[in-house]
């Protein structure tokens, strides 16, 4: 077991990695009365298309599956693993995001126990035929009741905008077709191939002992047979740098016009500590242009172009990034020309060293504070750690940002790559 010491924050995280290739990493938080475990594996809604566990060919599976297994992970053979954290008092959830896949649990007390129910549940498929149907209707319900928020429509619609081929733009869940097209053995296949110990991560933050805890995960994994480890072979998308559409406009039941302005980012550092840069780079100019107390959101306030619901923010994944900003407004199309304009200029705006310096140090704070929560330091940790990234690095590389790799940050505004989704209101006065 190895002791990584992280000097800026003051943190100790412990690293071994068991025989069967599972990464383990413990942070002991001694003063907290709460303990969280997350256990992820890099499989999420865009890997549809893969080359499955012990076989040469590749396929392509249905779009959401990732999200069904998540579904299903928590059906065990002598009952469900929700009512057994239930029964050690504790909490427990999953998440399906584009990339990964985790499952979690919180609490104060028989922490042993839990870590060895999460790693029991999640290393083993209990699947049947009637519960896979029985599934299919209450994702179904999920994907409908999505399909019904305005505010997720404007999200995704942006998304799908953006991108021609990329899986990114289909909904983690999938259609509905997609999800009655399941069977049993796609699941099987899905779940042999990347919830393979190679493939994870587990990640327990809180009143632990190290040394104790590795222990018993050694032990716990030492009893689990598994294929041996293979690469996992994921197909390139060949995706064009174009946008699929410039603009999309639905109606829906909204009392307020909703607009949403995308920008394509096309080119993605392969280097992780790169890629970080630009990730925290782009979101310091994203504070300085549209936080509360910018010049910007100002005016577009008094100007009655966007209310308490917009924001602005960017999303960069293993293979694709982009940029969002909007929000609410009962004026979308003079929004969008004010967004239009002001992107197109990007490079006349000038940042000061001063104003870069106070969103930096914000930034920088935000991060120092999140050490406070074990839910964000598990979870920013795990977002992180399949992109090679450790997140415990984050705060020294926010303090080596210089203002000009912020204004770098301006060229990928001007481009024309940008798309526009507007929701507005089913019956308007030109209706009637």
């Known amino acids: 077991m190895e002791k990584l010491y992280y000097k800026t924050i003051k943190e100790t995280l412990y690293h071994e990695k068991m025989d069967n290739g599972l990464n383990v990493y413990l942070l002991p938080k001694y003063g907290f009365s709460k303990t969280y475990g997350l256990f992820s594996t890099r499989f999420g809604a865009i890997d549809t298309q893969f080359v499955p566990l012990g076989q040469s060919e590749m396929i392509?599976?249905?779009?959401?599956?990732a999200h069904f297994l998540e579904h299903k992970m928590f059906d065990m053979e002598d009952g469900d693993a929700s009512d057994k954290f239930s029964l050690l008092g504790a909490s427990t959830n999953a998440?399906?995001?584009?990339?990964?896949?985790?499952?979690?649990?919180?609490?104060?007390?028989?922490?042993?126990?839990?870590?060895?129910?999460?790693?029991?549940?999640?290393?083993?498929?209990?699947?049947?035929?009637?519960?896979?149907?029985?599934?299919k209707g209450i994702i179904g319900q999920e994907i409908s009741m999505y399909d019904d928020d305005p505010d997720w429509r404007n999200y995704f619609g942006s998304i799908a905008s953006l991108f021609h081929r990329h899986p990114v733009k289909v909904d983690i869940a999938g259609t509905i077709e997609t999800v009655n097209a399941t069977t049993v053995e796609m699941l099987k296949e899905c779940?042999?191939?990347f919830y393979h110990p190679s493939n994870m991560m587990l990640f327990v933050v809180g009143n632990l002992e190290p040394e104790k805890m590795m222990e018993l995960i050694r032990q716990n994994q030492a009893k689990k047979q598994f294929a041996p480890a293979q690469e996992i072979i994921r197909a390139k998308i060949e995706e064009p740098v174009t946008v699929y559409r410039k603009e999309e406009v639905l109606k829906m039941d909204v009392v307020m016009p909703k607009m949403m302005m995308g920008i394509k980012v096309n080119d993605i550092p392969q280097n992780g500590k790169d890629k970080l840069i630009k990730e925290l780079s782009m979101n310091i100019l994203l504070d300085i242009l549209f936080s509360k107390s910018s010049p910007v959101y100002e005016e577009m306030q008094n100007t009655g172009l966007i209310n308490d619901s917009f924001g602005a923010g960017f999303t960069q994944e293993r293979d694709y990034s982009f940029i969002q900003v909007g929000g609410d407004t009962t004026k979308p199309e003079e929004l969008k020309q004010y967004l239009t304009h002001l992107f197109d200029h990007l490079n006349e705006f000038d940042i000061d060293q001063?104003?870069?310096?106070?969103?930096?140090?914000?930034?920088?704070?935000?991060?120092i504070n999140s050490f406070n929560?074990?839910?964000a330091i598990a979870n920013t940790f795990s977002r992180y750690y399949f992109e090679g990234i450790f997140s415990f690095e984050i705060i020294d590389?926010?303090?080596?940002?210089?203002?000009?790799?912020?204004?770098?940050?301006?060229?990928?505004?001007?481009?024309?790559?940008?798309?526009?989704?507007i929701i507005l209101p089913q019956k308007t006065s030109a209706d009637n």
């Open 60 to 65: 392509k599976t249905q779009d959401g599956i």
């Open 95 to 135: 998440f399906t995001s584009s990339s990964r896949t985790a499952y979690l649990f919180s609490s104060a007390d028989r922490i042993d126990e839990c870590v060895e129910l999460l790693l029991d549940f999640v290393q083993s498929l209990y699947l049947t035929k009637e519960s896979v149907e029985k599934e």
């Open 191 to 193: 779940y042999e191939t």
């Open 354 to 367: 001063a104003t870069f310096e106070r969103v930096k140090k914000k930034s920088i704070g935000i991060f």
């Open 373 to 375: 929560s074990p839910e």
């Open 397 to 421: 590389i926010i303090s080596s940002i210089t203002l000009d790799d912020v204004l770098k940050m301006r060229d990928y505004f001007v481009k024309d790559t940008k798309t526009v989704h």
